[in-house]
């Protein structure tokens, strides 16, 4: 079956530094990828996207690769803001699963601290 | 446009009592999906729908139940709520031919 493994958390930066959330997958096919974003109290939203291999997926200063010969998506910013605080969630979809809902599995998320 | 809402925000239900989550989008969407969100768990898919009159089960379907007997709205019902059924609760909904979904800001439903 599919599944996402993304780096455990907490991670703790300080403003300006450079961010990795690394993240790996296993599908069947060829999946898309995302990113989504979930800030304190609120729902999850789509941060960045990728449909094929070597397409890079670029949103509010993050950008991701989806590397198919390593199977990888990691997530990078160059500098990290206050305000980017939240935890990462990174996710695939293919249509082999459900009878082509083309549902999404999920990594566990990974909690980002920005302190100033 | 809305996007996806979902009523109620907060619940706090008593073991064995019932209740219906009410998830509503306005993007004319004809796939929607119900997922549960749980410490160190991400999210898991509980039931989801790929139009008007059709369900079907996803990860973690024990103990719910749903139906969509409209386009825009999805209803997850729980029939005898169980402390192993407190979570927050995600609706989401995507349309043909694209791979993202929408999500609805949550549920957090308590059972005591």
């Known amino acids: 079956g599919n599944s996402v493994t993304q780096m455990e958390g907490p991670v703790t930066l300080s403003e300006e530094a450079f961010l990795t959330i690394n993240c790996t997958y296993t599908?069947?096919?060829?999946?898309?990828l995302f990113w989504y974003v979930q800030y304190p109290g609120e729902g999850l939203q789509l941060l960045l996207k990728?449909?094929?291999?070597?397409d890079k997926g670029s949103n509010k200063g993050f950008e991701a690769t989806y590397r198919k010969e390593t199977t990888s998506f990691h997530l990078e910013k160059g500098s990290v803001q206050v305000s980017d605080s939240a935890v990462y969630f990174c996710?695939?979809?293919?249509?082999?699963?459900?009878?082509?809902?083309?549902?999404?599995?999920f990594g566990k998320g990974t909690k980002l601290s920005v302190i100033p | 446009n809305a996007g996806v809402t979902q009523t109620p925000k907060f619940r706090v239900l008593k073991t064995g009592q019932s209740m219906t989550l009410l998830c509503a989008q306005d993007m004319n969407h004809e796939y929607m999906y119900w997922y549960r969100q749980d410490p160190g768990m991400g999210l898991r898919l509980i039931h989801y729908?790929?139009?008007?009159?059709?369900?079907a089960k996803g990860e973690v379907p024990d103990g719910y139940n749903v139906s969509r007997l409209k386009k825009q709205n999805f209803l997850l019902g729980l029939e005898s709520a169980a402390p192993s059924q407190t979570s927050v609760y995600f609706c989401?909904?995507?349309?043909?031919?694209?791979?993202?979904?929408?999500f609805g800001p949550g549920t957090r439903l308590t059972v005591t």
């Open positions: 990728a449909t094929k291999a070597d």
């Open positions: 599908a069947t096919g060829y999946p898309s």
């Open positions: 996710a695939l979809s293919d249509g082999y699963s459900g009878a082509g809902s083309y549902q999404l599995t």
């Open positions: 989401a909904s995507r349309s043909t031919g694209k791979r993202e979904q929408y």
């Open positions: 729908s790929v139009g008007e009159g059709t369900t």
